[in-house]
């Protein structure tokens, strides 16, 4: 059984919130704040994070990079905010997703859905950029010095679909549909941020990409 | 335009008034001083003539004398020459026909034994001619006096007074002109301010340069009032954008709510559901009102995100994921060839709900879009959103595109529920991106919904 954990201040939204989620079937976790959301996160993980950006005392931002150090747990934001300065301020803090207040109900549990149904097996076993061997179905990215590189269960995704695709150019469309597994009112900046994200952690020199590659008003393409 | 026209009529009364006063300066000037100069001149020559005359009498008397040699002497002495009449015998020592010199009037007046005095053409110059009888020896004596340097005094006068009136005229033109300038310079000022203000530039203000204290009143009403339209603005916006985020958390709260009643929907009695479908229906057009408020509000405070974007794929993208939302059919794209290098710098997410506004739009109101079609000129992408509706009626086509306006044919179709404000979010993102939105006859006999974006001119990334 999945477990959610709902970290969001008003009270009557995290009530509907653990009753819908008990009604799909999910466990549920639930704190009013940053602090007791980590507490209970440290004591029991769960399988996806459900984060309010704007909380009392710590904010959800700083949450958010805290989940991130400790873990690879999939973070889907709930903002009151839709701008995309907030958005990517979201997504840089380490969030795998961000939906915005006031949301339809069946959407974020569909995404809640993809986002656990994604850590699943993919067919590819292994590949290799230049120095760098990725085995995504054991969670391994190491370098052949012996130094491994930390991707989350998103990027794993992210980067195994677009060796999956050999080469081909993939827009960000497809990209949101086959690593994030829902298409909605299609966000680019969520492909932009974890494509950023997984350059700085994979290029030898992230402004000049030699393996994610940009292919201007297309998308993005994987060069192995 | 109307600036300019005062503008010309200042100037033009203020020409006429100078042309006036200096025409009426001219003639009272020009009449007086020939008045006065020519009064003086004929009394000067006649108490000369006056003297002259004695001097002859005293030569008629004297018999001695010569009488040719006295007038040849007299007029050696001055500008004028002498005619003598005596006992019917014209004497002159410079006349030549002296007789048919003197006109017969003069004859007559001097046969009467009175002075006479009249201006004649003398060698073909203007000549006073006096005739002062000297009846105890019958004798009548004539002075010709050239009077033609006193006319080209005058005459000269005349000129200088003309040109320096001309010379008024003028100043007086170009001094309406200025005064005009002066005058309208604020007031163009001030309708440009208001036109850009209304154009949405609200930060317009007038300059504080004006020297005269009316301008200055006008600068500082103009300025306050500016000033206090962009506080009741904001206070608007912000109201609407408070209120909005306040239904946030309720809303949330209500839809996860009717979710959880739906997950156990089995257990309900059918009236319960039906009731329950019902709330459902109208939090999610709630939760649409707002988001689009809010979209609105945040248009306002600017918060804008501009991206240089390829026109086919992102609106390849915006189609596939609105349909996909709103349930919608397969929809006809088609891409014209020029599309292809495309780019438009937008707001993805704005641009996005452009699409899905206009798809719904057609949905609702128009049977389903029937095609959209992309296409691009030098400077624009056009994109066609077509349905087999009815169509809209033409006194209906901008105010579609207002808050809350629902057409005629619409409100009357109980089964139409939209927010009221789909087609104004439209007309409002796009604006952001400098572009339009209007509505027109479909060729297929529907409407036409026609976006246009100015193609970006940047290279994209």
Known sequence: ?224 | MATISLRRRMSFWFAAGAAILSILFVFFTYFGVRHVVVTQRQSSDLRQSFLNAQVIRGAISNSDSSLNNVLRELDSNTTSVSIVNINGTWISANVANPRTTIPPQMLLIAASHNVSRQVITYKNQPTLLIGIPIPAYHAVFYELDNINDLNRTLELMLLILCASAVATTLAGLAGGWIAARRLTTPLVRAAQAAREIAQGNLTTRLPQEFSSSEMAVLTESFNDMVSQLVERLERDARFASDVSHELRSPLTTLATSVAVMRQSRTDLEPEAFAALELLGADVETFQTLVEDLLDMTRNEAGGIYLENVALVELVQQCVRSASRRLGLEEINLSFDPTTTSAFIKVDRRRFERIIANLLENARRYGGGATSLSVSTDDHSAFIDVDDAGPGVPFEERERIFDRFYRGVEASNRTEVRGTGLGLSLVADHIARFHGTVAVLDSPAGGARFRVTVPLSEESPE
């Open chain 1, 1 to 224: 059984m999945a477990r959610i954990l709902i970290i969001e201040d008003d009270d009557r939204i995290r009530a509907s919130l653990r009753l819908m989620s008990e009604g799909e079937g999910f466990d549920v976790d639930d704190a009013a704040n940053a602090e007791d959301g980590l507490n209970l996160f440290a004591n029991r993980a769960s399988d996806v994070v459900l984060l309010d950006l704007m909380l009392p005392g710590m904010s959800g931002y700083e949450a958010c990079r805290a989940l991130r150090a400790a873990s690879d747990v999939p973070i889907v934001i709930l903002s009151a905010r839709v701008d995309t300065a907030d958005v990517v301020a979201g997504l840089e803090a380490g969030a795998d997703d961000y939906i915005t207040k006031p949301f339809v109900p069946e959407e974020l549990i569909a995404r809640v859905r993809a986002h656990i149904r994604r850590r699943g097996s993919t067919t590819l076993e292994s590949f290799r950029l230049g120095d760098l061997r990725v085995v995504p179905n054991e969670g391994i990215a190491l370098r052949d010095s012996g130094t491994p590189v930390h991707l989350t269960a998103t990027e794993y995704r992210l980067l195994t679909e677009l060796a999956l695709a050999g080469g081909k150019i993939l827009s960000r469309e497809d990209i949101l549909e086959r690593v994030w597994g829902y298409d909605y009112f299609g966000d680019g900046r969520l492909v932009d941020v974890h494509i950023r994200r997984l350059r700085t952690k994979i290029e030898p020199d992230p402004a000049n990409p030699t393996y994610l590659q940009t292919v201007r008003g297309a998308g993005y393409k994987l060069v192995i």
